[in-house]
């Protein structure tokens, strides 16, 4: 018995001492919650960007099927198009959503039946201004109405329909929305595997694909 009271006598303090900073450690905590939540967007950045150099160091680990000729391409493709798109060159039109999307990244241009050159990365602000009277940044709705889930498993691992927009950068899959979150970020949507957006750093630079709307149906 002596030897329980004793150390009750040893802890009690110890606790009072504990319930004592409680007040202290919530408002310690609730300082820091800007914080902490500017250090979760870091670490999601850094976990996207992981992401895509584990996926392409993968990639590239794996040995090259035998490349076949342009026709044979073509040819095996073409059975694989979404049934929704409808291809008018270097636009695809979208029935279900009406939306008419460019085929090729800012920084490529179409060449009969294929995107050539390189594709371009901007700022978030950057890309704000590459809209026009025609064409503008989609939201980010828009976007995720391109991600096909069903192309995870093709050996380039795209999250995207490669026949509707060919030849995209296996490097630069994350593209930009016209959704900002604050001042410091704005929503991206990355193209690989099964698909994701997340809120990136507005002077981090990404991919751009352009959109406009199709006009109302007349009644």
Same mark, same amino acid.
């Given at each position: 018995?002596?030897?329980?009271?004793?150390?009750?006598?040893?802890?009690?303090? $110890?606790?009072?001492v504990c319930l004592s900073l409680l007040p202290l450690r919530?408002?310690?905590?609730? %300082?820091?919650?800007?914080?902490? @939540?500017?250090?979760?967007?870091?670490?999601? /950045? #850094?976990?996207?960007?992981? +992401?895509?150099?584990?996926?392409? @160091?993968?990639?590239?680990?794996? %040995?090259?099927?035998?490349?076949?000729?342009? =026709? @044979?391409?073509?040819?095996?493709?073409?059975?694989?198009?979404?049934?929704? &798109?409808? %291809?008018?060159?270097?636009?695809?039109? #979208? *029935? $279900? &959503?009406? !939306?008419?999307?460019?085929?090729?990244?800012? +920084?490529?241009?179409?060449?009969?039946?294929?995107?050539? +050159?390189?594709v371009r990365q901007y700022t978030y602000d950057q890309a704000?201004? *590459?809209? /026009?009277?025609?064409? *503008? !940044?989609?939201?980010?709705?828009?976007?995720? @109405?391109?991600?096909?889930?069903?192309?995870?498993?093709?050996?380039? =691992? !795209?999250?995207?329909?490669?026949?509707?927009?060919?030849?995209?950068?296996?490097?630069?899959?994350? &593209?930009?929305?016209?959704?900002?979150?604050?001042?410091?970020?704005?929503? =991206?949507?990355?193209?690989?595997?099964?698909g994701v957006s997340g809120v990136l750093y507005r002077s981090?630079? &990404?991919?751009?694909? !352009?959109?406009?709307?199709?006009?109302?149906?007349?009644?």
């Amino acid at each position: 018995m002596k030897s329980i009271a004793s150390r009750q006598q040893r802890i009690l303090p $110890v606790l009072l001492v504990c319930l004592s900073l409680l007040p202290l450690r919530q408002a310690v905590a609730q %300082e820091a919650t800007s914080a902490v @939540t500017m250090k979760m967007t870091e670490h999601l /950045n #850094d976990m996207v960007l992981q +992401g895509v150099t584990t996926m392409n @160091t993968m990639r590239r680990s794996v %040995e090259p099927a035998p490349a076949a000729t342009p =026709a @044979t391409v073509t040819r095996l493709k073409m059975d694989k198009i979404n049934s929704r &798109y409808v %291809e008018q060159q270097d636009q695809i039109v #979208d *029935r $279900v &959503y009406r !939306l008419v999307w460019s085929r090729c990244s800012l +920084g490529q241009r179409w060449d009969h039946d294929r995107c050539v +050159g390189t594709v371009r990365q901007y700022t978030y602000d950057q890309a704000l201004m *590459r809209a /026009n009277e025609q064409w *503008r !940044l989609p939201t980010r709705a828009e976007l995720a @109405t391109l991600i096909d889930r069903s192309r995870k498993n093709m050996p380039e =691992a !795209l999250a995207i329909d490669s026949v509707a927009f060919p030849d995209m950068d296996l490097d630069k899959l994350m &593209y930009w929305s016209s959704e900002e979150e604050n001042n410091s970020f704005a929503w =991206a949507v990355l193209f690989a595997d099964t698909g994701v957006s997340g809120v990136l750093y507005r002077s981090h630079r &990404y991919a751009v694909r !352009l959109v406009r709307s199709m006009p109302a149906p007349s009644d």
